[in-house]
């Protein structure tokens, strides 16, 4: 099992532009979260799907947009990059039951806006 | 939501015991509380998860008071190789309650 992968690993946008990071798992993880992770700071939610077709809000949804036509992808989008958007993002996955099962994080994805 | 805190750094010898403390003052009954760690440049990874009492794995042991509002997190002989940013993640069914906190860095002194 590759468990969750991520790509791109680091992108620098110019504010304004649009890009979509990608996240994929072959757990057959019903649960699947999208995090930031500011520089000396915790993970703060910003979205999260309890399976296809169905997403939800976290905690920082602002700016940002996800789908989830299959199980083993969710796709993060960014519309307009703003600098306040640089920051590491990890997508995670789990097995169904949310915060009570363990969660499986990606490498990250590190995005720079200038 | 039942937010967490945690002591923002710690600092220990190699082949010490360590106790990192989580308060989660709001936790409902069907929280559960996970501990994560995290290296630099990488994703959480998954130590150690219970309800209530004590837990122990191979890894870590976590102690949990009757009332729930608060948890330890303990490693016991620690190496250079445990130095990272120890989460605790308070959470139940369902996925908008997860919050991580800003953790606490363990530093492992040789």
């Known amino acids: 099992n590759a468990g969750v992968t991520q790509t791109p690993k680091f992108r620098i946008l110019k504010i304004g532009q649009s890009m979509t990071l990608q996240c994929a798992q072959d757990?057959?993880?019903?649960?699947m979260y999208w995090y930031r992770q500011d520089p000396g700071m915790g993970l703060k939610l910003i979205y999260y799907?309890?399976?296809?077709?169905?997403?939800d809000k976290g905690e920082v949804p602002n700016g940002y947009n996800v789908s989830r036509s299959t199980t083993e992808d969710f796709p993060l989008r960014l519309e307009l990059a703003a600098p306040s958007q640089t920051s590491v993002y990890f997508c995670?996955?789990?097995?169904?039951?949310?915060?009570?099962?363990?969660?499986?994080f990606g490498p990250g994805t590190r995005l720079l806006v200038l | 939501l039942a937010k967490t805190t945690q002591p923002i750094s710690m600092d220990s010898y190699e082949g010490q015991e360590v106790n990192i403390t989580c308060s989660h003052n709001?936790?409902?009954?069907?929280?559960?509380i996970t501990w994560y760690q995290q290296f630099p440049s990488q994703g959480p990874r998954f130590i150690i998860q219970?309800?209530?009492t004590k837990v122990t794995n191979e890894v870590a042991s976590l102690f949990i008071p009757a009332d729930r509002k608060s948890s330890t997190l303990s490693l016991p002989r620690v190496s250079l190789s445990d130095t990272a940013v120890y989460y605790c993640?308070?959470?139940?069914?369902?996925?908008?309650?997860?919050?991580f906190g800003t953790g606490t860095r363990l530093t492992v002194i040789p």
């Open positions: 219970g309800y209530k």
């Open positions: 757990m057959n993880h019903n649960y």
């Open positions: 993640l308070v959470g139940s069914t369902g996925a908008n309650n997860l919050f």
């Open positions: 799907s309890v399976g296809a077709g169905i997403t």
């Open positions: 995670a996955s789990s097995p169904p039951g949310g915060g009570q099962e363990t969660q499986y």
């Open positions: 709001n936790i409902a009954t069907n929280d559960y």
